[in-house]
C-alpha cells in the first residue's frame, strides 16, 4: 500500500504535506532512489543555488525533523553522506510506479504504461523512462507526436544543461525518423489475398518478435514466399529488405547478391565474381547499412544455397544488434540463433476454398462439386501451388475429369500462372528443384523409399538400403521432402502424397522397382514373423501396437504379393495380419481375404518351416466362413486335409481342432444340427486350453439356438479355465460375450460387472468396435439405474472411442443414445434416432454372408427394436411401416429352406410382432401372446429397456389375461429348434 505519494501532491498516508521545503525534501529523497542523496544535493534541491542558507547543514537538519514529524520518525534516515528514505518500494508511488510502467513498455502495451510514464517524467526522469516515453508517446499518438516530444527533451537539455541526449536516446530518435518514412524494399504488392495462413502468419511474427533468426521451412509449393511477403509488409521494423536467392547459383554469390539488393556500393551482382577479401569487405558494409535502426531482412529461397546463407546471417546477427532474419527454404540453416517453423499443408477447408476462388477466376460460372474439390485438395496433399495448379485446368476440363487424370498429376498439372517463377510452372518442376540439390545416394533412398504408402521407420529404411542409411534421411528431411512425425513407438518418415509419386516416377525411370519391392517385401515378412511371434504370449500389447504402426503397409504388401501369387509371403504376412485384425474385431478384412488366400493354397504345398503358419492361415479363414454362413468352407476343409491338422503348437491345435468341430457340424448339417454335438468330446479333453477354447465356441452356439443360460454358463467355465499365458485378449472377450449375455438376459448388473473387466484390456488392445459395444451396455445400465447424467458421460466417451465405420459398434451407440433420450422424456428424439439406426443397420454389408439382404440379423434386430419402442413411445401410425415390413420377412426368417437360424434374432422379431398386436390391437390376442411366447423360448435379446420380459409379460396378462400362463404350459420345456414349427404355423395363420 502506497505510503508517500509525491507524483501529484505531497502526501503521507493520504494527508497532504505542509511546508514547501518539506515536501521539496521528500521529492529529492524520493528522486535519488534508495540509496538517498549527498547533503550538498540535498540543500541544492531544497533552496536552490542562489539562496543557500549560512549553515547548511544545521538549516537541512531543520527541515529533515520537520519532514519527520509530517510523516514518521523512521522514515528518513542518516547516511555517511547525508540521508536516505528509509521505506519499502511498494510505500512510494513513484518507485512503485516506475517499474510497473516499465513493464508495461516493455511488453509494448503502450496505452496503459503512456499515463504512468507521464506522471514519472515529472520527477526528473532519467533516459529509460524517456526512451518508454518516446515509443509509447509514438504508438499512441503517432510517430510525429514522439519526434515532436523528442525535439522538446532535446532543447531542454541543451538551454538547462548544455548538453545533448544520450546515445541510446539519439539511437531512439533515429529509429523514429525511420518509422516516420519507412523502407520496404523487394516487397511484391499481389492484388489477391493469401488463404489459409493466417495462423501461420500470426505465429511467425510472435516468433520474430523473440527470435534474432526465423527459417519458414518446407517443401516447394506450400507458399512460403507469399507467406514470408505477407508478414513484411505487416512487419514492425521501420525498414524491411526482401531479397529473393532463387537466381544466385553459385554460394560464392550470395553476399554480393543480398549487397545488390541493399545498393551497397561495388556488390553489383553481375560484376566478375568476388574475390574473398571484396566479399569480406561488402559483408562489413551490409552490416554498417543495416545497423542504426530496427530492420527485418528477407532473404527468400535459401535451400540451394543454404550454407552460404547460413555464414552470412550468423556474421549479420552477431555484428547488427537490431537487425532480425527471415528466410524461406527448403533447408534450414542450421545456426544457433534460428528457430524454425514448419509450414504445413492447407486444411480441406482452406484448401478447398483456394480452389474454388482460383476455378472462378479461371472460368466464372463453372459447377463446382463439394466433394470433388475435397477430394483433389486431399489428394493434392493440400499443397497451394498443386491446387492452384489444377484449379486454372477448369478452363478445359471439369471437376470430375481433373480428379480421374489425377493419377498422371504431373503430366496434368502444369502450364500455371504465367507470372510465376519457371520452378512454380509444373508440379514437376516444384520436386525437381530439390532433387537436383540431392546426392545420388540421397536420390536412391527417395527412390526406393517411395514405394511406403504410409510412411516408415529408420529401421525398415535400413532394412532396405542398408545400416548407413541415416545419412541419407537426414538430408531428405533437410530438404523438406521427408517430414518427421513422433508416433507411439518412436519417430516415423512420411512423404507427401506428391512427392512419394515422384519418387515412384523416379524409381521406374531407373529401372529399379522390382529391387526395391523386393527389398520392401522383405522387410515386411521379417517384421510380421517377429511380431506375429509375441501376439499370442505375455507381451501381446506390444506386439499389437508393432502391427498397428505398420497396419497400412503391410496390408498393402500383402494386397500385392497376393496379386503377384508369392504365397509364401502371403502365409507370412496374413498370419500377423489375420491374428491383429481378429484381436481388433475387424473381421470382415479376414473374411474378405478368404476367397484369394485359398485360392493360392489350393495347389501349393507348404514347405516344412511353413507348416505351422498355413494351419494358422487355414484356422483363421475357416472361422470367418463358418459364422458366415459356410462359403468356401469345403475347399478350405480339403486345403486342410491336405496339410494336417496336427499342429504342434497347442493353442494352434485348440483352434483347429475347434474349427474342425465347426466346419464339420456347419459344411454336413446346416442349421439342422447343433455344433454341441461336435463339441461335446472337446470339451472333455483333458487339456485345459482345449476344453477353455471349446467352452468359448459353445458359449457362442447355445446363444445363436436361444439358449442364454446354457451360453452364460458355457461362458463361465470357459473364463475360469482360461489363463494369460497367450495375452489378456481371451479372456477379455470372454468378459466381453458374458457381458453380452447378461444383457441378453436382461441382467444388467452383472454385464455391467464383465464389462467393467473387459473395457480397460480392450481399449489397451485397440479392439475399438468390441470396447465400443461393451460400453454402450454400461450406458444402458446407468439409464436403467437412473443416473442419465452418467449415462450421457459415457456417451460423450464414446463419440470419441467409435471408430470410423466399425461394425457393430455404429448400431451399438445411437442405440444406447435412443434409449437415454427416451429415458428422458425427449420421445420424438428417441424414436428418430432409432430409425436412424435401422437406416444405418440397413447399409452396412458383411463380406461373406450370402443370406438374403433384408434378412440379415443386424438389420433386422434393429427393425424390432424400434418397433417394440415405437409401439411403446409412438403416436398415431408411427412405426407401422416397420410393422408391416417385418411382417412381411418373418415367414422367411423361419422358413424350412433357410440354412442357418439366428434363434435370438428371430425371437426379437416375434416380440416386436406379438407387442405390437398386442398394444396396437393389429393382430389377434391369442396369437400376438403365442408370439411373444415363442420369442421367449428363441431366446430373444433383452438388452433394450423397452423389450425386457417382465414388461411383455405385464403387458399380456392386462391385455390378454391367462393366455399367456396357458401357452407356457401347452409349450412345455419346449425350446428353440423343437419349437420352429410351432412358430412357422403362427406366422401362416397371421400371413
Not at 408 to 432: C, K, M, W, Y
Not at 575 to 602: K, N, S, Y
Request: hydrophobic fraction near 45%.
Amino acid at each position: 500500500m502506497t505510503t508517500l505519494s509525491v507524483l501529484d501532491e505531497v502526501t503521507w498516508a493520504g494527508a497532504p504535506v505542509a511546508g514547501e521545503r518539506t515536501r521539496a525534501l521528500l521529492r529529492a529523497l524520493v528522486e535519488a532512489g534508495p540509496r538517498g542523496a549527498s547533503e550538498a544535493a540535498l540543500v541544492e534541491e531544497v533552496w536552490g543555488r542562489d539562496d543557500v542558507p549560512a549553515h547548511p547543514s544545521k538549516a537541512l537538519q531543520v527541515v529533515v525533523s520537520r519532514a519527520r514529524t509530517a510523516t514518521a520518525s523512521s522514515a528518513i534516515e542518516r547516511t555517511p553522506r547525508g540521508y536516505r528514505l528509509n521505506l519499502p518500494a511498494g510505500e512510494v508511488d513513484a518507485w512503485s510506479l516506475r517499474p510497473e510502467a516499465l513493464r508495461l513498455a516493455a511488453e509494448k502495451r503502450y496505452a496503459e504504461a503512456l499515463p504512468l510514464l507521464e506522471r514519472l517524467v515529472g520527477l526528473d526522469p532519467d533516459e529509460e523512462v524517456i526512451e518508454a516515453v518516446l515509443r509509447a508517446v509514438a504508438a499512441v499518438h503517432g510517430v510525429p507526436a514522439a519526434l515532436e516530444r523528442f525535439e522538446t527533451y532535446r532543447t531542454g537539455l541543451a538551454d538547462g544543461l548544455g548538453v545533448d541526449p544520450s546515445p541510446r536516446l539519439r539511437a531512439v530518435h533515429a529509429e523514429l525518423l525511420a518509422r516516420d518514412r519507412p523502407v520496404r524494399s523487394g516487397l511484391r504488392h499481389d492484388a489477391d489475398v493469401l488463404i489459409g495462413r493466417e495462423q501461420d502468419a500470426a505465429e511467425v511474427s510472435a516468433l520474430l518478435k523473440g527470435s534474432r533468426v526465423v527459417t519458414v521451412l518446407g517443401p516447394g509449393g506450400l507458399g512460403k514466399t507469399s507467406l514470408a511477403q505477407v508478414i513484411a509488409h505487416g512487419a514492425e521494423q521501420p525498414v524491411v529488405h526482401f531479397v529473393e536467392l532463387v537466381g544466385v547459383t553459385a554460394p560464392e554469390d550470395v553476399v554480393s547478391e543480398v549487397g545488390s539488393a541493399l545498393g551497397v556500393r561495388d556488390s553489383v551482382a553481375h560484376r566478375d565474381r568476388l574475390t574473398p577479401d571484396q566479399r569480406a569487405d561488402v559483408r562489413s558494409r551490409i552490416a554498417q547499412q543495416l545497423d542504426g535502426v530496427p530492420t527485418l531482412l528477407v532473404l527468400d529461397n535459401c535451400e540451394h544455397i543454404v550454407a552460404a546463407v547460413a555464414d552470412l546471417v550468423a556474421f549479420l546477427v552477431a555484428t547488427v544488434r537490431d537487425l532480425t532474419v527471415l528466410t524461406t527454404s527448403r533447408s534450414p540453416l542450421a545456426i544457433g540463433a534460428e528457430r524454425v517453423y514448419p509450414l504445413g499443408r492447407l486444411g480441406t477447408y482452406d484448401g478447398s476454398e483456394l480452389f474454388r476462388r482460383r476455378a472462378v477466376a479461371a472460368r466464372p460460372g463453372v459447377h463446382l462439386d463439394e466433394v470433388r474439390v475435397d477430394e483433389i485438395v486431399t489428394r493434392l496433399d493440400g499443397l497451394p501451388l498443386a491446387i492452384e495448379l489444377a484449379a486454372v485446368k477448369v478452363r478445359a476440363m471439369s471437376v470430375d475429369d481433373i480428379a480421374r487424370r489425377l493419377e498422371n498429376r504431373f503430366e496434368l498439372l502444369r502450364g500455371g500462372d504465367r507470372s510465376a517463377p519457371d520452378r512454380h510452372q509444373t508440379l514437376v518442376a516444384v520436386i525437381d528443384w530439390s532433387w537436383n540439390l540431392l546426392s545420388e545416394r540421397d536420390r536412391k533412398a527417395m527412390r526406393w523409399l517411395s514405394v511406403f504408402h504410409d510412411g516408415f521407420t529408420l529401421a525398415a529404411a535400413e532394412a532396405m538400403l542398408g545400416a548407413d542409411t541415416f545419412a541419407a534421411i537426414e538430408e531428405l528431411v533437410d530438404q523438406s521432402l521427408l517430414t518427421v512425425v513422433d508416433a507411439q513407438l518412436g519417430s516415423r518418415y512420411r512423404m507427401l502424397e506428391t512427392v512419394r509419386e515422384f519418387g515412384r516416377m523416379q524409381l521406374i525411370d531407373a529401372g529399379e522397382e522390382t529391387a526395391a519391392r523386393a527389398a520392401q517385401r522383405a522387410w515386411a515378412r521379417d517384421y510380421a514373423d517377429a511380431s506375429a511371434g509375441r501376439i499370442y504370449s505375455p507381451e501381446q500389447f506390444d506386439a499389437m501396437d508393432e502391427l498397428r504402426a505398420e497396419e497400412s503397409n503391410l496390408a498393402d504388401i500383402l494386397r500385392q504379393v497376393l496379386a503377384d501369387d508369392e504365397a509364401e509371403s502371403v502365409i507370412r504376412l496374413f498370419c500377423a495380419m489375420g491374428v491383429f485384425w481378429t484381436i481388433a474385431g475387424e473381421h470382415q478384412r479376414v473374411i474378405m481375404l478368404g476367397g484369394p488366400v485359398a485360392d493360392l493354397l489350393l495347389e501349393w504345398e507348404p514347405p516344412p518351416e511353413l507348416l505351422e503358419k498355413t494351419r494358422l492361415v487355414l484356422a483363421l479363414l475357416l472361422f470367418g466362413a463358418a459364422v458366415t454362413g459356410g462359403s468356401g468352407l469345403e475347399r478350405l476343409m480339403t486345403i486342410l486335409d491336405r496339410v494336417g491338422a496336427e499342429a504342434a503348437d497347442p493353442q494352434l491345435r485348440v483352434m483347429l481342432k475347434v474349427m474342425r468341430a465347426m466346419a464339420g457340424s456347419v459344411a454336413r448339417t446346416g442349421a439342422g444340427r447343433p455344433l454341441e454335438d461336435e463339441l461335446a468330446h472337446l470339451v472333455d479333453d483333458p487339456d485345459q486350453d482345449v476344453r477353455a477354447r471349446a467352452y468359448t465356441f459353445l458359449s457362442h452356439e447355445r446363444e445363436n439356438l436361444g439358449d442364454p443360460e446354457g451360453a452364460v454358463a458355457a461362458g463361465r467355465e470357459a473364463l475360469r479355465l482360461t489363463g494369460t499365458d497367450g495375452g489378456l485378449w481371451p479372456q477379455a472377450m470372454l468378459h466381453a460375450q458374458l457381458s453380452g449375455l447378461y444383457a441378453q438376459l436382461g441382467r444388467l448388473g452383472e454385464a455391467a460387472e464383465h464389462a467393467r473387466e473387459a473395457v480397460p484390456v480392450l481399449r489397451r488392445l485397440g479392439a475399438d468396435d468390441d470396447l465400443v459395444q461393451t460400453r454402450a451396455i454400461l450406458v444402458t445400465y446407468a439409464v436403467e439405474q437412473g443416473r442419465l447424467e452418467e449415462a450421457a458421460e459415457i456417451l460423450a466417451q464414446l463419440a470419441d472411442e467409435q471408430p470410423h465405420g466399425g461394425f457393430g459398434s455404429r448400431g451399438a451407440v445411437h442405440g444406447a443414445r435412443a434409449q437415454l433420450l427416451l429415458a428422458q422424456g425427449r420421445i420424438g428424439e428417441g424414436l428418430a434416432l432409432f430409425r436412424e439406426v435401422v437406416a444405418t443397420m440397413g447399409e452396412m454389408p458383411f463380406p461373406g454372408f450370402t443370406d438374403d439382404a433384408d434378412l440379415v440379423p443386424w438389420r433386422v434386430a434393429a427393425e424390432a427394436v424400434t418397433v417394440v419402442a415405437c409401439a411403446r413411445h409412438g403416436e398415431g401410425a408411427e412405426g407401422s411401416d416397420l410393422f408391416e415390413a417385418l411382417m412381411g420377412k418373418a415367414p422367411r426368417l423361419v422358413s424350412e429352406e433357410r440354412r442357418a437360424q439366428d434363434y435370438p434374432v428371430t425371437g426379437m422379431v416375434l416380440l416386436a410382432l406379438g407387442l405390437w398386436g398386442l398394444l396396437r390391437d393389429a393382430l389377434p390376442r391369442e396369437e400376438s401372446v403365442r408370439l411373444v411366447v415363442l420369442a421367449d423360448r428363441f431366446g430373444y435379446s433383452r438388452s433394450f429397456l423397452d423389450m425386457r420380459w417382465e414388461r411383455a409379460v405385464a403387458d399380456a396378462n392386462r391385455l390378454a389375461p391367462g393366455v399367456l400362463d396357458r401357452v407356457c404350459e401347452e409349450y412345455g420345456e419346449r425350446r428353440g429348434l423343437a419349437l420352429l414349427d410351432e412358430a412357422r404355423g403362427v406366422i401362416a395363420r397371421l400371413a
